[in-house]
């Protein structure tokens, strides 16, 4: 299905997803014991993971108004630079303060990263594999909870809640060398001539779009939904559920072993059989684990694994056919723009889910995390307007020519 370079370019963005992955996951699991040493609320602790979704937020609407403009692999390499910079800068933070900051300035650079892998995929990847595409870009997020967030877990265990930091910093400047010596130059959004046009055209574009307005109010629900769950999930498996923070590792792991398998075959079930009607039954299903999560008390250890699995396969795989329906919307000299948008949109949504979380979840006097069940039902509330508003987004790609093949390269044809 894919070529050999369409291969190595997609396991290096996969591999560049996995290290911001799990950068960013590995707050989550940290929580109860960051809450611990720096004596914060489940407020403060929401803050630190909504100030990098904040900051991705306002870089990626930024970042639309010139991501166009310049070949992917220079954008690529310059915020993924930064990424590792920030990431080494939480890895030194010595108190909460330090770190809340520290979490922002990674926020400015990972919050383009994400539209950049896409808008690489889909210049690359004609539409019709682009859920495969996807599904194996999709791959980095079982790698990071299989091997991540496991590893990062341990050395914070080991050592200190700043290694795991060190660790991401480490590894994300190596693979800046990588992206360096082996992603090609990807300028097929430039070879079209375009008259200079003035810095809202890119935002008055999309607002007169109504097809891509839609794209952007479903994704804002898909992740409002997610993220009133997320940031508190470990924290609440401790608290509520009896889990130890040594624990949490086997959550990661049962997931990412699932959706390692699941994540392709949702991608091809998308191609096989349209992204609409995937999403469709991934949200529907996804309901489920939301319900069944925030309403958990002490559960034996294997049942509580086997529901988080269920909710990574769940959660994740819906996530593959609406990404390819999204990245659908647009066309490749406008893409990485409006992907930007749709990243902003995202971070957003996830920062004001989680602050809101944060305001409505209280500790109990004996630890125990209150009021999670209100935001499974907010959750529940947003997985359906997500799946009303995914039957009105329409994709305008269709399948290239041979000549629109033949000067969409990277090198060489890869589509």
């Known amino acids: 299905m894919f070529s050999k370079q369409e291969k190595i370019l997609l396991g290096i963005l996969a591999t560049i997803q996995f290290s911001s992955i799990v950068d960013f996951m590995i707050m989550m699991p940290l929580g109860p014991q960051l809450m611990r040493m720096f ?210 590792p086997l959550m990661y792991m049962a997931g990412g072993l699932c959706t390692i398998f699941s994540s392709p075959f949702i991608g091809r079930l998308a191609d096989r059989f349209g992204k609409h009607k995937i999403f469709l039954w991934g949200a529907l299903i996804t309901i489920l684990p939301y319900w069944v999560i925030t309403h958990m008390g002490q559960t034996p250890l294997w049942l509580t694994l086997a529901i988080c699995a269920f909710f990574f396969v769940s959660s994740g795989g819906r996530m593959i056919p609406a990404t390819a329906l999204v990245s659908g919307t647009s066309l490749p000299q406008n893409r990485g723009s409006f992907m930007s948008i749709v990243s902003c949109v995202q971070q957003m949504a996830a920062a004001v889910s989680s602050y809101i979380a944060g305001l409505i979840i209280t500790t109990g006097p004996n630890g125990h995390l209150d009021n999670y069940n209100v935001v499974g039902y907010i959750a529940v509330v947003f997985t359906f307007v997500a799946i009303y508003l995914s039957r009105r987004i329409h994709a305008i790609e269709s399948a290239p020519t041979k000549a629109e093949a033949d000067t969409a390269h990277i090198g060489e044809p890869v589509v």
Request: aromatic content about 14%; proline content about 4%.
């Open 39 to 248: 004596a914060i609320t489940p407020h403060q602790f929401g803050l630190l993971v909504s100030s990098y979704t904040f900051s991705a937020s306002i870089s990626g609407f930024l970042a639309s108004f010139f991501v166009d403009k310049f070949d992917r692999k220079t954008s690529l390499l310059f915020f993924f630079f930064g990424f590792a910079i920030g990431t080494i800068a939480c890895a030194l933070s010595p108190n909460y303060e330090l770190l809340l900051t520290a979490r922002g300035l990674t926020g400015i650079f990972g919050g383009v990263l994400s539209s950049l892998v896409l808008s690489i995929v889909s210049d690359a990847i004609s539409y019709e594999r682009r859920g495969s595409a996807m599904g194996v870009i999709m791959t980095s997020f079982s790698m990071a909870s299989i091997l991540g967030v496991p590893f990062s877990l341990f050395l914070a265990n080991e050592f200190s809640w700043h290694a795991p930091f060190t660790f991401l910093g480490v590894l994300s400047l190596f693979l800046c060398f990588v992206i360096w010596k082996y992603v090609p130059e990807m300028r097929v959004h430039l070879l079209e001539k375009r008259e200079k046009e003035p810095i809202h055209r890119v935002l008055t574009r999309i607002i007169h779009n109504q097809n891509q307005r839609r794209a952007l109010f479903f994704m804002a629900a898909v992740m409002f939904g997610h993220f009133a769950i997320i940031p508190f999930l470990s924290p609440s498996l401790v608290a509520n559920v009896g889990m130890t923070e040594q624990q949490l």
